[in-house]
DNA sequence: TTGTATGCGTTATCAG
DNA sequence: CTGATAACGCATACAA
């Protein structure tokens, strides 16, 4: 069909056909002026954003996209969006990504790997150039997904051992470590772990350096101490619960995640037990607001603005094709912030 | 070019057109198939299942919103993503609108006007179905946008005078009468306010509220006592600084949000006072952790998942058509949270 | 420099 | 019920 006779003037938005009728080119001319991809003359430049502004004409990115191949978006997967580790990580991400002109599609899996693998599926089903993942856990559907794409993929958070993708994560069972270590200084000895499903990376580092602080310190481990949640804070009650109404109940508490200790204080207050007094607590995952609350809790602050912009930076090295073949892993560290909610044992 | 020739079997993922080659169909069968848009006979069915299969067929959405004009994507901009309120709104909305088909492209424009246009255009680029938006402020750039575009969009949060689109948002005057009411029923007289900014509906509203309550009970308008911020930590803390530091200083502070009332519980710890003795909190959002933490807050709380979800579901009628042409409006109630920040004054 | 023609992978129309 | 073919809007070799 003829490019000119076209275009009824009333429904769909205009097109690059209707901007070239309207300036007297070729279609081919504009395409050329709007990707700067071969010189215009001035005065068919001037004629064809005279026609764009008239007409109110914006490219459409779908057809741009079919025809390249690429979309500018990239798929940002989060194990729980209402985390704020993950909120600030996801914030950051954003950030940097949209100034490197790319729009970031965000979804949540709540800790279920089910829930993630269909939005993975869904992700990549846009289309989205990359993706960052911070999984749920390892699960086979994941893995194979995943594998299978031809796309970049970044993990943050927590590892996948079958994949061999880029990743960012912290030393997690250095950090567990030190913060036994500081309890175990302080005098404690029965240190409940509130600990985060196996299924995670950071769920068994993170327990692994519980482990090593007490046989570094010589104590016996106690297969009551330690309880499994699934990093959401109803895990983190029933756990502090459990640990703190048997028989010989800890002196300290620690949670792997920051949800979860709020819900290991919930159940201390419900038990009538006070913090720092009765059970000391500690945990990973900083507040912003933990100076000014009490207890005011010691934790480990994660680098989470590092971690994200170590994120981006990894996924766009890649799509612009800049990265060495293998993978790369960033390992940041945590700082431990001594706070109140750590008493010594007398 | 025939349909049959093609695909070097290297390069590229696999159309529709190599599963009609490999599975001895034409292309239109495949496409009815995969629309369930057509009956497609049970042997074709399993010849073009099994084709799919073999060579891992995934259907392209980009060609396919080419095409049908869709995108099943939609935007949503809020105006921080580390707010909390934000957080948990941007959850619901997630999940209604997966569980209805549809992904969620999110954005945040940190309280930021000039990047929330950005990001706008940005959406609309890339061909979103529809627009959820919780405005920085109101400015002339984003109604211009919104207005300019045929999608479908829900401002949540807060309201623009200019808009005529469906909305959600809380009874932000009722709401804050009611907390003021509360604290001058302690017996506070001078009641600081750290309001949000004047471009934002909530920050109008929620200042409004406080003035009839004073009103209404009777207490004269102190200038002194209202400091503007933009809903970010940072204003709390200088607002509060400034209203604590002056001669006659008010026995209470009301926030305008969440953030802002941490920032001023760090001023009140800053300057050597303590809550609620030496001032009374109050604020609007509410905290999750807020039972567990001392002071443990009086607050509003927002009906969050109210508000997602209605939001979502303004927008998914309005995608299905089944939408009354007039904008909606839906007005929810907060609920006052009476915890331990506020203290009668003798 | 500027214009023409073709294809990206689907969907949809219309014959068979 | 199935098959061929024309768009969808843009980018890009290639021709002029």
């Known amino acids: 069909m003829d490019q000119v006779q076209r275009r009824k003037k009333g429904a769909s938005a205009p097109t690059m056909i209707d901007v070239a009728r309207t300036a007297g080119v070729s279609i081919a001319t504009v395409s050329a002026y709007m990707n700067r991809s071969a010189r215009v003359s001035d005065e068919l430049t001037r004629r064809i954003e005279a026609a764009i502004g008239a007409i109110g004409y914006e490219r459409n990115a ?3 996209s079919l025809k390249t191949g690429a979309t500018h978006t990239i798929g940002l997967t989060v194990a729980d969006i209402r985390n704020p580790f993950f909120t600030d990580v996801v914030a950051t991400i954003q950030q940097v990504l949209n100034s490197a002109g790319y729009a970031v599609m965000l979804c949540s899996s709540d800790e279920n790997t089910a829930r993630q693998d269909e939005q993975i599926k869904l992700l990549l089903d846009r289309m989205v150039d990359g993706l960052i993942i911070a999984p ?4 086979a559907v994941m893995t194979r997904l995943v594998k299978s794409t031809r796309k970049p993929v970044v993990l943050i958070d927590r590892l ?5 993708v880029d990743a960012v994560v912290i030393e997690n069972a250095t950090a567990v470590f030190e913060v036994i270590r500081y309890v175990i200084d302080l005098g404690h000895r029965r240190i409940g772990f509130v600990s985060g499903p196996s299924v995670a990376s950071t769920g068994r580092d ?12 010589g104590i016996g481990f106690d297969q009551m101490l330690v309880c499994n949640g699934n990093f959401r804070e109803d895990d983190g009650y029933r756990a502090a619960m459990r640990l703190l109404t048997q028989p010989d109940r800890p002196t300290a508490i620690f949670s792997a995640n920051n949800l979860m200790v709020i819900g ?15 059970v000391s607590v500690a945990c990973i995952d900083d507040f912003s607001w933990a100076d ?18 170590q994120a981006a ?34």
Chains 1, 2 share one sequence.
Request: hydrophobic share 40%; charged share 25%.
């Open 62 to 64: 779908i057809a741009r």
């Open 136 to 139: 749920a856990g390892d699960d």
């Open 160 to 164: 996948n051992a079958g994949l061999d």
């Open 206 to 217: 993170r327990l692994a350096g519980y482990y090593e602080a007490l046989r570094h310190a």
């Open 264 to 278: 290991a204080l919930r159940a201390i207050r419900d038990l009538g037990l006070s913090c720092p007094d009765d």
């Open 292 to 309: 000014v609350f009490s207890p005011q809790l010691t934790a480990v602050a994660q680098p989470v603005k590092e971690i994200g912009e």
């Open 313 to 346: 930076r990894l996924l766009l090295e890649r799509l612009s094709g800049v990265a060495p073949p293998e993978p790369r892993l960033v390992r940041l560290q945590g700082e431990l912030m001594v706070r109140g909610s750590c008493a010594p044992l007398s």
